[in-house]
């Protein structure tokens, strides 16, 4: 199963629908592992060691800092990307079947935008 890092301007009413929705979902959120305030490279850095892939609603520099790990050859569990535009609903349907039916490794060093297609 996939674990998760929200990162810390990550939507709360998605993280608790999915995990209403996925009750055994392995997710946390930025703030609570102490990485309020951490900048992108030092959150990826993160979620490097943990072996969590990353949910982000920034489009601009998150992305930027992951494709940087990879190019450097630094492990990227992966990210994802969720523009705030989309409907909440889509977005926990997706988020649901990426954990209940993929494995970590397929995200490894990807960004990937919701909606899945």
């Given at each position: 199963?996939?674990?998760?890092l929200a990162?810390?301007n990550f939507?709360?009413d998605?993280l608790?629908?999915?995990?209403?929705r996925c009750p055994d979902v392995?997710v946390?959120?930025?703030?609570?592992?102490?990485?309020?305030?951490?900048s992108?490279p030092?959150?990826?850095a993160?979620?490097a060691i943990?072996?969590?892939?990353?949910l982000t609603?920034?489009?601009?520099?998150?992305?930027?800092?992951?494709?940087?790990?990879?190019?450097?050859g630094q492990p990227?569990?992966g990210v994802i990307?969720v523009?705030r535009s989309?409907?909440?609903?889509?977005?926990?349907?997706?988020?649901?079947?990426?954990?209940?039916?993929s494995l970590?490794?397929?995200?490894e060093?990807?960004?990937?935008y919701?909606p899945?297609r």
């Amino acid at each position: 199963m996939i674990r998760w890092l929200a990162d810390e301007n990550f939507n709360n009413d998605i993280l608790r629908a999915l995990i209403r929705r996925c009750p055994d979902v392995d997710v946390v959120r930025a703030q609570d592992v102490g990485l309020s305030g951490a900048s992108d490279p030092d959150l990826l850095a993160w979620a490097a060691i943990e072996n969590r892939v990353t949910l982000t609603h920034d489009v601009t520099t998150l992305t930027a800092h992951a494709y940087a790990r990879v190019t450097a050859g630094q492990p990227m569990p992966g990210v994802i990307e969720v523009r705030r535009s989309l409907p909440i609903a889509n977005v926990i349907g997706d988020l649901v079947l990426l954990s209940e039916c993929s494995l970590p490794l397929e995200w490894e060093a990807q960004v990937i935008y919701l909606p899945l297609r």
